[in-house]
C-alpha cells in the first residue's frame, strides 16, 4: 500500500471552469476526509465519510462544491463555476474506523486565474 | 468547539540548539491533540499524538510534547535541531466531532 493518492497534484483553471479531484485511500480506511488549505494556513475541514456515506460538512463546503464517495474506497471533490478564492491546497486524508490519526495525501493544488 | 494558536510564525534556530514550537488550545471536550510537519510539496506527517495517557508524549525523529491541562499547552520540543527539521509545522486538536481543527502553522528554519 502507497498511501493516500491524489489526482491531479496540480490544477490550473481559468475561472467559471469545473474541476474534479480524485482522492484514492489506504485500502482498509473506511474514514476519509477532504481538507482545504490556503497560503500561511492551516488546513481547514472541508467534509468527511465513514465508507459511501457523508457525515459530515463543513460551511466552507459551499453549494459550487460537491464530494461523492460512491463505492466506499476513492472519492471525487468537484468545484463548480471556480472562483480566484478557490485557489488552495486540497488535502485528502483516511483514517480506520475508531482511530482518530489521519494519514494525508500530498495534495492537489488549485490555481484559478 | 475547538481551536488552536500556535503562538509563532516563524522561529528560526541554529544547527544543534533546542526547538521549541509553542501551541495552546481550546477544547470543551477531553481532547486529543496532535503535531504534524509539512515539508514543501509534500502532504502532513504525523510528528506525535496525545490521547490522555502519559502527559509527555514521544514522537518521531527526536520531537516530544507536554500535554498541560492547567495551561491548555501542549508544547513541541526537540533538544537538538537538524537540518532536515526545517518544515513547516502544525498542531491540531479534536475534541467530539471527529475532524481535526489545525492551528495556522510555525515555519521552522534551521541555520547551519
Known amino acids: 500500500d502507497t498511501g493516500v493518492s491524489q489526482d491531479p497534484r496540480h490544477k490550473i483553471t481559468k475561472r467559471g471552469q469545473n474541476v474534479t479531484f480524485r482522492c484514492d485511500p489506504i485500502?482498509?480506511?473506511?474514514?476519509l476526509y477532504w481538507y482545504r488549505q490556503t497560503l500561511g494556513q492551516g488546513p481547514e475541514f472541508l467534509t468527511y465519510?465513514?465508507?459511501?456515506?457523508?457525515?459530515?460538512k463543513s460551511r466552507l463546503l459551499s453549494d459550487r462544491f460537491s464530494a461523492e464517495r460512491p463505492k466506499g474506497s476513492f472519492s471525487t471533490l468537484e468545484i463548480q463555476r471556480t472562483e480566484q478564492g478557490d485557489s488552495a491546497m486540497y488535502l485528502c486524508?483516511?483514517?480506520?474506523?475508531?482511530?482518530?490519526?489521519?494519514?494525508f495525501g500530498a495534495g492537489s493544488r488549485l490555481t484559478v486565474l | 468547539a475547538q481551536s488552536v494558536t500556535q503562538l509563532d510564525s516563524h522561529v528560526s534556530v541554529s544547527e544543534g540548539t533546542p526547538v521549541l514550537l509553542r501551541c495552546n488550545y481550546s477544547?470543551?471536550?477531553?481532547?486529543?491533540l496532535f503535531w504534524y510537519v509539512q515539508h514543501p510539496n509534500k502532504g502532513l506527517q504525523l510528528l506525535l499524538k496525545y490521547t490522555s495517557a502519559a502527559t509527555l508524549v514521544k514522537g518521531i525523529n527526536g520531537f516530544e510534547a507536554e500535554f498541560k491541562k492547567s495551561e491548555t499547552s501542549f508544547h513541541l520540543t526537540k533538544p537538538s535541531a537538524h537540518m532536515s527539521d526545517a518544515a513547516e509545522y502544525f498542531c491540531?486538536?479534536?475534541?467530539?466531532?471527529?475532524?481535526?481543527?489545525f492551528g495556522s502553522g510555525t515555519q521552522l528554519t534551521v541555520l547551519p
Open positions: 491540531a486538536v479534536t475534541g467530539s466531532a471527529r475532524q481535526l481543527t
Open positions: 485500502s482498509e480506511h473506511n474514514r
Open positions: 477544547s470543551s471536550y477531553s481532547p486529543s
Open positions: 486524508a483516511s483514517s480506520p474506523y475508531g482511530a482518530n490519526v489521519l494519514t
Open positions: 465519510f465513514q465508507n459511501e456515506a457523508q457525515l459530515e
